[in-house]
């Protein structure tokens, strides 16, 4: 099973021209251009009402800000603007499921960034939250093929998101992490060997509504450094094309079609367990997505993720 995540498409808004200088960070971290303070929460408050609202529009529910998410979007856009480039990327190779989930994120999570060049060096919060709510209808209002981040922004499925601004010099760039919750994991390290193996425990949030349906483990190699030229190329991100699915037990002495009889206890309330093991010779991150599907016959979507770097 693949599960494609957000493309990548980008917005570049060139404003009137001006002169630039570096912006500053003051003592409290607050972030400013070089004469004036920008109220982030404040724009970042009227943003989520905004997204809220177009998924109302669309008949998708609201969704609620996330601190960890907030704070893997928040030091992407920083970076993003610090070293002007525009990537699911960062300097280091990481995609947005290993700095979310390697910080101890466990729901699935999908991203949408994008950028405006040209921002007046005086730019306050007036005229920076104009840009980021001008980015925000550009995304909302693409059409098909191209509308990655229209469909990220109105995925029913989402429950939380982080939002990351950031404004460096006549660069601003802006981070959404959109995040699917429905599973709750017992805690488990993000860091292993290859060899070990872990038992991953969880349980679906609303059993009475869903159900655990499977479990897909990917592996890639171990993520390195990216130049700057690397990350200004635009390409799309995914998972790796093939993965390791773990089902549920059968217990009624019935196989699947691969002749397996299943490798996930599935209990009352929702409550699963399944031992997940990494090989000896494949160091690398090793991401498992968990998936539930609403009813019987409902289409399963991804509800829950767990992150390890194996080395």
Same mark, same amino acid.
């Given at each position: ?149 229209? /469909?990220?922004?109105?995925? #029913?499925?989402?429950?939380?998101? +982080?939002?990351? @601004?950031? *404004? !460096? =010099?006549?660069? $601003? ?10 599973? /709750?994991?017992?805690?488990? #390290?993000?860091?292993?060997?290859? +060899?070990?193996? @872990?038992? *991953? !425990? =969880?349980?679906? $949030? ?24 690397? @990350? ?80």
């Amino acid at each position: 099973m693949r599960c494609r995540l957000a493309g990548w498409w980008f917005l570049v808004l060139v404003l009137l021209p001006g002169a630039h200088p570096e912006s500053a960070v003051d003592a409290a971290g607050a972030q400013t251009t070089n004469e004036t303070k920008v109220d982030f929460d404040r724009i970042q408050r009227e943003l989520l009402d905004v997204i809220n609202a177009q998924r109302a529009r669309a008949g998708a529910p609201p969704v609620a800000l996330d601190d960890l998410a907030g704070q893997v979007a928040e030091a992407h856009a920083q970076e993003m603007a610090q070293y002007n480039y525009l990537s699911h990327w960062n300097r280091d190779g990481f995609l947005p499921y290993m700095r979310y989930g390697l910080r101890g994120g466990t729901a699935y999570c999908a991203e949408n960034v994008s950028m405006l060049s040209g921002l007046s060096p005086r730019a306050g919060t007036a005229e920076v939250r104009e840009a980021i709510l001008q980015l925000q209808q550009s995304m909302h209002d693409e059409t098909p093929p191209n509308d990655g981040h229209r /469909r990220t922004i109105l995925n #029913p499925e989402h429950t939380h998101v +982080g939002l990351g @601004l950031a *404004v !460096v =010099g006549k660069e $601003l760039r802006l981070a959404q992490e959109f995040l699917s919750r429905y599973i /709750r994991f017992e805690p488990l #390290p993000t860091k292993a060997r290859p +060899g070990d193996r @872990l038992n *991953v !425990v =969880g349980q679906v $949030l609303n059993p009475d509504a869903y159900a655990f349906y499977a479990a897909a483990v990917y592996h890639e190699p171990l993520p390195q450094p990216l130049t700057l030229e690397r @990350l200004r190329q635009p390409r799309p991100y995914a998972l790796p094309e093939t993965s390791r699915m773990l089902k549920p037990r059968l217990t009624d002495g019935s196989q699947y079609t691969d002749g397996k009889t299943g490798e996930v206890e599935v209990g009352a309330g929702g409550r699963f367990k399944f031992e997940l093991s990494f090989p000896k010779r494949e160091p690398g991150v090793y991401t498992t997505l968990v998936f539930v599907q609403r009813g019987v016959k409902g289409k399963p979507f991804p509800a829950g993720s767990l992150c390890f770097w194996v080395e």
